[in-house]
C-alpha cells in the first residue's frame, strides 16, 4: 500500500508530545472511532461493543453531539469514553490558531453540557481530524490539560478504494498490546465498518486482547 497503517516508531520519537499508543503488560488495546454520533451507523457499534463487553472511546464532532443527542447520551451510558474532534472537523494545518481553539472550545462545552454527570471526571482527550495540528495549536490543547491522542494502527475503513479485506488486515496484522486503533462511525466508513468491526472484535477477544477505553 502507499499510505502507512501502522505509525514508524520514528513518528512516534518525532512527536513525542502525542499519545501514539499506551505500553502495557496486560495486553490491552483501545479501539477508537472518530466522526460521530452518526445515526446511520454509531447505535450498531454500540451493539457490536456491547456483544463483545468491549470498552472504546469515541471522539465526537460537536455538531453531530447537537444534532444527535439521544444518542451521544447512549455512548455515555454505555460507559465509554469521549473525546473531543473539534465542531466542524477542522483542519488545523489549514485554520488559524485562533479560530482551531474557537471550534474546539465549542465541542467542548457541546460534550461538557450533554448530561454528563460528574463532568469535572471526564478526561480531556483530543484528536486532530486528518491527523493535522499546528505546533502552535498543539501546545495550547497540551496547556489546557488535553491529551491528544494520535493513533498506533489506522483500518482506513473511510477509504473507498480498498477492500473490506485490506480494511480488515490493516487492523489485524498490526495490532499489539498497547495499540490505540482508529475507526469511524461515520456515513462515509459505515458500509466496511459492518464488516470489519465484528470480525476484528472476535479476532481481539480469540487472540487475548483486552479491550479498554483510553482513561489518562
Same mark, same amino acid.
Given at each position: ?16 508530545? !502525542? ?13 477508537? +472511532?472518530?466522526?460521530? @454520533? ?19 472511546? +469515541?471522539? &465526537? ?10 444518542? +451521544? ?9 469521549? %473525546? ?15 479560530? !482551531? ?5 465549542? &465541542? ?14 471526564? @478526561?480531556?482527550?483530543?484528536? @486532530? @481530524?486528518? %491527523? ?13 490539560? !488535553? ?8 483500518? !482506513? ?9 485490506? &480494511? ?19 456515513? *462515509?466508513?459505515?458500509? *466496511? ?15 487475548? +486482547? ?7
Amino acid at each position: 500500500m502507499s499510505f502507512w497503517v501502522k505509525t514508524n516508531r520514528f513518528i512516534k520519537l518525532y512527536f513525542p508530545n !502525542y499519545i501514539w499508543d499506551i505500553p502495557n503488560y496486560e495486553n490491552k488495546v483501545y479501539l477508537t +472511532f472518530d466522526d460521530g @454520533p452518526t445515526p446511520e451507523i454509531t447505535e450498531w457499534v454500540l451493539e457490536q461493543l456491547k456483544i463483545h463487553n468491549a470498552k472504546a472511546t +469515541f471522539f &465526537c464532532i460537536g455538531k453531530n453531539i447537537e444534532k444527535h443527542p439521544v444518542i +451521544f447520551q447512549k455512548i455515555i451510558d454505555d460507559n465509554h469514553v469521549i %473525546g473531543n474532534h473539534t465542531f466542524n472537523h477542522v483542519n488545523g494545518w489549514s485554520t488559524k490558531t485562533n479560530d !482551531y481553539m474557537v471550534n474546539t472550545n465549542l &465541542c467542548q462545552s457541546k460534550i461538557l453540557n450533554s448530561g454528563i454527570k460528574h463532568r469535572n471526571q471526564i @478526561p480531556k482527550l483530543f484528536r @486532530p @481530524p486528518y %491527523g493535522k495540528i499546528k505546533p502552535s495549536q498543539s501546545k495550547i490543547l497540551r496547556k489546557l490539560g !488535553y491529551k491528544i491522542i494520535m493513533w498506533d494502527v489506522i483500518s !482506513y475503513d473511510f477509504d473507498t478504494e480498498i477492500s473490506n479485506e485490506e &480494511c480488515l488486515n490493516n487492523v489485524l496484522n498490526n495490532v499489539k498490546s498497547g495499540s490505540i486503533i482508529v475507526f469511524h462511525d461515520s456515513v *462515509k466508513a459505515e458500509q *466496511k465498518l459492518r464488516i470489519v468491526l465484528p470480525q476484528t472484535l472476535t479476532f481481539l477477544k480469540e487472540k487475548g +486482547f483486552v479491550l479498554e477505553k483510553i482513561d489518562l
